[in-house]
């Protein structure tokens, strides 16, 4: 059973911008389809079984352009998801996105993992074009 999925894009942006995006929680809503909200400390999320406030951990580091973030549901499930900016030889940036499985129950897991990693394309789109602008 799959457990994760690595995607990537490319960003006609330098990678300190997309970073210093990437990096600040209040963006999320504007590229990431679930958050409804975010700050530093605490997001809500509309899923498909409503509305949830979680914990938000956002660690970032700008000398590797590393942005992971760690969402904690109020069942104590953990989300977590690990990102990185890179240049590439081209002056653009490379933006690639782990994504692990959802915290739900082991038999969800591989509809849930597939069903966000399409969602997840869709970002990933939505924040090239909010970088190109």
Same mark, same amino acid.
């Given at each position: 059973m799959r457990m994760f999925d690595?995607?990537?894009i490319e960003i006609a942006a330098s990678p300190d911008r997309v970073f210093a995006f990437l990096r600040e929680p209040g963006n999320l809503p504007r590229w990431a389809h679930a958050f409804v909200s975010a700050e530093e400390g605490r @997001?809500? $999320?509309e899923?498909?079984?409503?509305?949830v406030d979680v914990g $938000?951990?956002?660690?970032s580091d700008a000398d590797t352009r590393v942005v992971d973030w760690r969402l904690t549901f109020p069942d104590g499930g953990i989300g977590i998801a690990h !990102?990185?900016?890179? @240049? !590439?030889t081209r002056g653009t940036s490379i933006y690639s996105f782990v994504l692990h499985a959802p915290?739900? @129950?082991l038999e969800k897991v591989?509809? @849930?993992l597939e069903a966000q990693?399409? $969602?997840l394309q869709s970002e990933l789109t939505t924040l090239k074009s909010l970088m190109e602008e």
């Open positions: 690595v995607q990537g @997001a809500r $999320l899923t498909p079984n409503g509305t $938000l951990d956002v660690l !990102s990185r900016v890179t @240049a !590439s915290p739900v @129950a591989e509809g @849930a990693r399409v $969602l």
